[in-house]
């Protein structure tokens, strides 16, 4: 009887995971579709993201998408939450990490089920670093087992050496030495992630055990690129001790589609206006200001920011996410219909009137078409939190950044793009430090029509082509770096 073969996917409960997985399983359908009819990919995650990832695959897709029962009320988060980007307040977001690991006994019944179904069938899973509990269920079935980190290479490293080597956060140093890395390489007490600093004690047993688990898987592949990314390549290795580790990036649309239809999120604002108003502005005059799908600042930070803009006479598109401690708002006690009432408590008096119908400001409600809005040629920064999907949205478009990175691996990201690649200045770090408008003023100016922009732009050009040619089927057949690791990838499923 022939082997049919099983590519399980599994992905962390938030937005910034599931799309990238999303992305691998369509790359990977692609790639084994005629060569490799015996492989199928199922996509595994709960009931509520399921259906928000149905409408995002095409009819003729044969992806499976499959829920396991989950019940979010159980771990103390609302119903419908099963995703950290519609948690009510930044405190539910442990919650949701804490309730990813309950999943643990439907996954394994999931996959005995699958065995026991059909006896030559050969299953293989990719799982996200945050849930490597699936690690010891991999071992005790004797199934592949590849970690798949949707970050980047260098922050991933940083990241994980943090939390494998947390006494960091009893250093008085002010920059302190990264274990995994050169010397010289050092961070500053303001890099590490609140959590990081504080040692909460419910992020620490959840990442560092997930971390540990991941490190025992047979493979890891990370979301970028080889060329870009040579120290964290490094660093990546020194850290984890995996030897086999596969750049497969960037899990990015790199034609024309369309955001909505990659993240199933419903628009703040009509695309097409959004994309009019862009195309009156002038070639790279505009900076796009968002902090991704869960990040927000504080309403003296949305203040300052408002006045630097104004004063700048930068144009700008800014997504406006209810600001922290805003968590009545986010908890859906207020109407939606009175959004623009809310808004203006968290911007300048008038600032709202000022903006609309002029050229000035396009003010989006917490979500936009950011795929579309990068790729956009009057688009000229982005100022952003550094998560590593808009990074690679930003460099896959040329477009430079300014930095403003809020938590995570934000902060590496951040170094990392400003250090070694030239394409980044930052502008503010983390929700404690405090924003000057006069310093937003400066830094859009010289991002947009200074001689540090125009270095960064062209910086940013080059990691465009680099990322394009990753992807690349040459014209002499050769494959770039990132398709060839696919296609190792799928030769190291079928060996074994
Ligand atoms: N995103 C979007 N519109 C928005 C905000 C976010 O399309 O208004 C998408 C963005 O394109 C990216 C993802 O949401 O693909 C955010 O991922 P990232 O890694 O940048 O940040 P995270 O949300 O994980 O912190």
């Known amino acids: 009887?022939?082997?049919?073969?099983?590519?399980?996917l599994f992905p962390y409960l938030a937005q910034g995971h599931l799309i990238p997985f999303l992305d691998l399983a369509r790359l990977l359908e692609q790639h084994t579709h005629h060569q490799f009819p015996s492989i199928s990919i199922t996509l595994l995650s709960t009931p509520v993201n399921i259906q928000n990832?149905?409408?995002?695959?095409?009819?003729?897709?044969?992806?499976?998408l499959h829920s396991l029962p989950f019940d979010p009320t159980a771990h103390g988060l609302p119903p419908h939450v099963e995703n950290t980007d519609s948690c009510p307040s930044p405190s539910h977001l442990a919650k949701v990490s804490v309730a990813s690991r309950s999943l643990q006994p439907q996954f394994e019944e999931f996959i005995t089920d699958q065995l026991r179904t059909d006896p030559n069938l050969k299953l293989y899973l990719i799982t996200d670093v945050f849930v490597c509990w699936t690690v010891p269920i991999a071992k005790k079935l004797s199934i592949p087992h590849v970690v798949f980190t949707t970050c980047g290479a260098l922050g991933t490293a940083a990241y994980m050496s943090l939390w494998l080597h947390l006494p960091h956060r009893q250093t008085d140093e002010e920059y302190f030495p990264v274990p995994g890395f050169p010397d010289s390489f050092r961070l500053h007490r303001s890099q590490m992630s609140y959590a990081n600093r504080i040692a909460d004690?419910?992020?620490?047993?959840?990442l560092n055990g997930q971390i540990r688990l991941s490190l025992q898987s047979d493979l890891m592949i990370c979301n970028t690129v080889k060329e870009i990314e040579p120290l964290g390549l490094k660093v990546l290795h020194?850290?984890?001790?995996?030897?086999?580790?596969?750049?497969?990036?960037?899990?990015v649309p790199l034609g024309e589609e369309k955001s909505y239809q990659r993240a199933g999120k419903k628009l703040g604002i009509n695309r097409e206006a959004c994309l009019q108003w862009l195309d009156m502005q002038a070639k790279h005059s505009v900076i796009y200001i968002c902090f991704g799908s869960q990040n927000t600042i504080t309403v003296g930070h949305m203040l300052a920011l408002a006045e630097g803009l104004e004063s700048s006479r930068i144009p700008f598109v800014w997504v406006i996410r209810p600001p922290i401690g805003a968590e009545k708002y986010e908890a859906g006690e207020i109407d939606e219909f009175d959004e623009k009432q809310q808004m203006q408590k968290w911007l300048p008096q008038g600032f709202i009137e000022r903006m609309t119908g002029t050229k000035q400001g396009l003010l989006v409600w917490r979500w936009a078409p950011q795929l579309e809005i990068l790729t956009h040629k009057s688009t000229g920064a982005f100022l952003s939190h550094c998560g590593w999907n808009s990074v690679l949205e930003s460099l896959s478009r040329g477009v430079p950044l300014i930095g403003w990175p809020l938590g995570a691996e934000q902060f590496f990201n951040a170094k990392m793009l400003e250090e070694e690649l030239g394409v980044l200045v930052e502008i503010n770090r983390g929700i404690e430090c405090e924003l000057e408008s006069r310093e937003v003023e400066r830094v859009v100016k010289e991002v947009i029509n200074g001689e540090k922009g125009k270095e960064m732009r062209s910086k940013a050009s080059v990691c465009k082509e680099i990322i394009k040619n990753a992807m690349a089927n040459g014209d002499s057949g050769e494959k770039g770096s990132s398709l060839r690791s696919l296609h190792d990838l799928v030769d190291f499923f079928m060996k074994h």
């Not at 995002?56 to 499976?64: A, F, N």
């Not at 004690?201 to 959840?206: G, I, P, V």
């Open 1 to 8: 009887m022939a082997t049919s073969r099983n590519i399980i």
């Open 238 to 251: 020194n850290v984890t001790g995996i030897s086999m580790i596969y750049t497969i990036g960037p899990l």
């Open 53 to 64: 990832l149905h409408p995002l695959l095409p009819s003729t897709s044969k992806i499976h």
């Open 201 to 206: 004690e419910t992020a620490y047993k959840f």
